[in-house]
């Protein structure tokens, strides 16, 4: 009878380990709606003294289009290599001092909590063989993002052109890939 118990209650642990694990390689929705409010909200309305120093950057929107579910894999990979520059971009960089610090560190620890909740997304093989030509296409990005910020001398104008960027890269994101995302 003991061991019965015994088996039962090692039966049930496991369960309850195994289903308490977190669900990782999986982008949320949700955490990255909550990531393009707090950045949109942080710093308001794009400044019209900025207007004059705005750059046109080419946004890489094919970087984030699938033409079939065989390139599902290859947008998944974009949107994580995304969070990965974006989290770069501010890591490289003072944080700037304009915008609403609380919501600002919100914003960069649900980066961080999206890169860490799919790192394994990188790891997934299965029909991703235009991910380089993706990666390309967001290393020039946000090279050209970084070399903005750069030759603006990291002003506040600067900075605002750089989260307009990152607003419009997660709005298209939001917009066109739901159903990748959880």
């Known amino acids: 009878m003991d061991l ?4 039962l209650l090692c039966t049930f642990f496991c369960f ?15 955490l990255l709606k909550r990531s393009y ?12 003294q900025c207007l004059k120093e705005n750059v046109a950057i080419t946004f ?30 501010f890591e490289n960089y003072n944080d700037p001092d304009q915008w609403d610090a609380k919501k600002w560190n919100e914003f960069r620890g649900l980066v961080y909590r999206q890169i860490v909740d799919s790192k394994c997304i990188m790891s997934k093989s299965e029909a991703a063989q235009d ?10 990005y946000f090279e050209t993002i970084s070399s903005a910020l750069k030759e603006k001398d990291f002003s506040y104008c600067a900075w605002e052109i750089v989260r307009n960027e990152i607003l419009r890269t997660l709005k298209f994101i939001l917009d066109h890939n739901s159903d990748i995302m959880l």
């Open 4 to 7: 019965h118990r015994v088996a």
């Open 16 to 30: 309850a380990q195994v289903w308490s694990l977190p669900t990782n390689c999986i982008l949320r929705k949700d």
């Open 37 to 48: 409010t707090l950045i949109e909200t942080a710093g308001g309305l794009f400044p019209v």
């Open 60 to 89: 890489p929107q094919n970087a984030f289009e699938s033409a079939n579910t065989d390139q599902v894999t290859g947008v998944e990979k974009a949107v994580y290599q995304t969070l990965e520059n974006i989290d770069a971009l």
């Open 131 to 140: 991910f380089p030509s993706r990666d390309a296409s967001l290393k020039k």
